[in-house]
């Protein structure tokens, strides 16, 4: 069985919160800082779906007095575990430099599922990457020369100091953990 995609992770984890229909899915995401993920019913309802085959998720129709059924969503004891699972997952480089998106993803959900000292060590992992890899960036683009455009060594700037101020931020949240 292949794990549930990203979205599926953040279906879970807003369905770890409270139960909720695909439509009330679909305005979260469309209402909130969660709006990088598609609101679209092509992706949402069929990633359900694939939620429910796996046993991540089980619904059940809801009949409303003058209003239209819906279909309500729960996680199971089984999606509990493997949204468990995923958010305790180690920290690799290759999570920070490609999958930053679902990084914080876990971490928003971290301290509900795992507690406060796993999400406090998931920030010295954070850190750790984070002060391991800027670095090397800086040695590349001063490597550059005259080889590359001015867009192209400005633009590569621009990522650095996206890591950089992620790292200070990572820094300061750290230290909300540790008072």
Do not use: C
Not at 24 to 30: A, E, P, S, Y
Not at 90 to 100: A, C, E, H, I, M
Request: hydrophobic share 45%; no cysteine.
């Amino acid at each position: 069985m292949n794990p549930p995609t990203t979205l599926g992770y953040a279906l879970l984890g807003l369905l770890h919160q409270n139960s909720a229909s695909g439509y009330d899915l679909r305005k979260f995401f469309f209402a909130t800082p969660m709006k990088s993920f598609s609101d679209s019913p092509g992706a949402i309802y069929p990633a359900l779906r694939r939620l429910e085959k796996q046993g991540f998720v089980r619904s059940q129709v809801q009949d409303r007095a003058g209003l239209r059924r819906r279909r309500l969503f729960r996680i199971t004891s089984a999606g509990q575990a493997e949204l468990k699972r995923w958010a305790g997952l180690g920290l690799t480089r290759d999570d920070v430099v490609s999958n930053f998106k679902e990084v914080m993803l876990r971490f928003g959900f971290m301290d509900e599922l795992l507690g406060r000292e796993a999400s406090a060590s998931f920030l010295k992992s954070l850190i750790a990457e984070l002060a391991a890899y800027v670095p090397s960036l800086r040695v590349y683009l001063d490597a550059m020369g005259e080889n590359v455009s001015l867009s192209g060594k400005l633009a590569l700037e621009s990522g650095i100091l996206q890591y950089e101020a992620t790292l200070q931020w990572a820094k300061k949240a750290l230290a909300a953990y540790e008072r």
